[in-house]
Every structure is written in C-alpha cells, then in structure tokens.
C-alpha cells in the first residue's frame, strides 16, 4: 500500500509556511538540497510537480495546493497518535506575538480553547508591533509571531483588504481629518498615497502608539482611519467610493517560526496558522533550496 511518509509531509508545510526551501531546511533541521531531494520525492509519489517556476522564484501548483489540507490532517493525526501512545500531556511555556489587529478579534476564543484543552502550557502572549515581534521572535524572545507581511518576504496565510473607518458625516469633512498611528506604519502610507493620488485634502489630527487609542478616536466621530475590517466595531462604520473616499490596497499576515518548535509551541502554531488562515489566501511564490 501506497503511502506519504509523514516526514515529507512535515517538509512539505514548513516549505508551504515559510515560502522557503531553505528557511524550511532550518525548521526541519535539514539541508536545503535535502530538502530539494524530499519535496522531489514528495512529487513523485504524487504523480504531480509540486511546484512551477515563475521568473526566479517557485509557486506552488495545484497539486500542492490540494494536498496541503490533507497533509495538515496527516501531522495533526500523527501527533495525536504520539500523544496518546506516549501518555504524554503538552506542557511548558509557549512565547507568541501577535499584532493587535488579531488579538482583538480572531484569536482570544482560539487561545482560550487551547488553554482548557491543554492546561499544562502556559500561553505568553506578546502584543506589538510587526517589527518588534519579528525581531523578538529572531532574538528567540518568542517562540513565532503573527505579524503583517510588509515589505519584507514573508509568507502569507492571510490577506485582509484595507478599508476606511469611521463615521460618515466625519468623512465628508474638508480637510478630510485623519488618525494614524505613529510611528508610521504601512496603513498610514497607504492612506496618505490614496488621498494624494486622489486629489482629497486631508489633515492629520491625531498620532498615537496605541490602536486602542485609535479605535476610541474613529468611535468618538474625531478622525477617520485606515486599518481592516477586522477593527470594525461599536459605532465605526465601513467607508469607501460613497464617501468621496479612494480604494486601497490590501494588507497580509504572515506566520513568522525562525526555528524548529517544541510540541506546545507546533501545536499553536498550528492552531493560530488554522484560525487566522480561515478561507486562506491564494499561493504565494515559493522560493527555491539555495
């Protein structure tokens, strides 16, 4: 009987997480051309490529993503199986960091169920910003992030598009008045770009470090924003075209692991990757083993 070795399957998702073969090798503690040789094999007993070249980089193909679910089923099942053979309970701490963006919405429910599902891991949550929590999670302060993708290459599990926030009477204001956060971040340049290009006269009325602050100054009817719909709550409504308002570009989130993963900490990655990847993005390029 013909089967998928489950160690191909784990190399085959730290590739598809990571968009690397080379930052999957570290994860797997393997070679890149171990790696390379694995994922041939992988598509060998597939019957499919895996992955097509665009340019300099790799995508993957449709075969890949078929099997991604089902090699995610694979390694959660085959976890179960060790834990419950080994009589084993997950335990010891897990350090993770999240950008407010998701700690306010889609994760509190989903950490929740982890800790009564596993009371013997203590979850330490880290709030920040996409560029503490990389540098953190490279520092070895965090066991993996969430954070936004950026500039920088990360791979996506998540794309949200950006909208403006507030009230409407707010927005038919001139000068347009504006909250950002500051330091400035990719929302604020995207609002600004759109404005400019639009021709709408605006003014900056508010900067703060706290989204917390930010959402309380868009509730007050003070300012408009720029974030996703995820921040959507209270009396903050969903502006756009209707509003004399420009379009805007769309925002990702991406899983940063910058080394192999204890059992707790896989495991809530795997969970954070399922709850914030829900209804998940299409293929990203997949850079090759170096």
């Known amino acids: 009987m013909k089967h998928f070795p489950v160690e191909l399957l784990q190399t085959f998702l730290a590739t598809v997480e990571t968009g690397s073969m080379a930052k999957a090798a570290r ?21 499919h490529p895996l992955f097509r070249r665009r340019g300099h980089e790799q995508e993957l193909t449709g075969a890949a993503e078929a099997l991604v679910a089902h090699a995610r089923e694979v390694i959660r099942a085959s976890e179960r199986a060790f834990t419950a053979m080994r009589s084993e309970r997950l335990e010891g701490p897990v350090r993770f960091g999240t950008v407010q963006d998701l700690a306010d919405t889609l994760l509190p429910r989903a ?21 503490a929590l990389l540098e953190q999670a490279r520092d070895g302060d965090l066991d993996f992030a969430v954070c936004f993708t950026g500039p920088r290459a990360l791979r996506e599990i998540r794309r949200e598009p950006m909208v403006w926030l507030g009230h409407r009477d707010v927005a038919a204001r001139d ?20 404005l400019r290009r639009q021709g709408r006269a605006f003014e900056i009325v508010l900067r703060t470090p706290s989204l917390l602050g930010l959402r309380a100054a868009l ?72």
Request: glycine content about 10%; some cysteine; charged content about 15%.
């Open 27 to 47: 994860i797997v503690g393997r070679t890149p051309s171990a790696v390379s040789l694995q994922m041939a094999k992988l598509s060998s007993l597939v019957g």
């Open 175 to 194: 000068p347009l008045p504006l909250a950002v956060l500051d330091p400035s971040c990719g929302y604020m340049e995207a609002a600004v770009e759109s």
């Open 111 to 131: 950490l929740a169920d982890f800790s009564r599902q596993y009371p013997g891991v203590t979850v330490h949550v880290q709030v920040a910003r996409s560029d």
């Open 219 to 290: 509730e007050a009817g003070f300012a408009v924003g720029c974030r996703t719909s995820l921040m959507r709550s209270g009396t903050i409504e969903v502006l756009g075209a209707d509003h004399n308002l420009p379009a805007l570009p769309s925002a990702g989130f991406a899983l940063q692991i910058p080394r192999p993963l204890g059992a707790a900490a896989r495991r809530l990655a795997s969970l954070v990757r399922e709850v914030v990847g829900a209804g998940g993005p299409a293929a990203r390029p997949v850079q090759a083993a170096s």
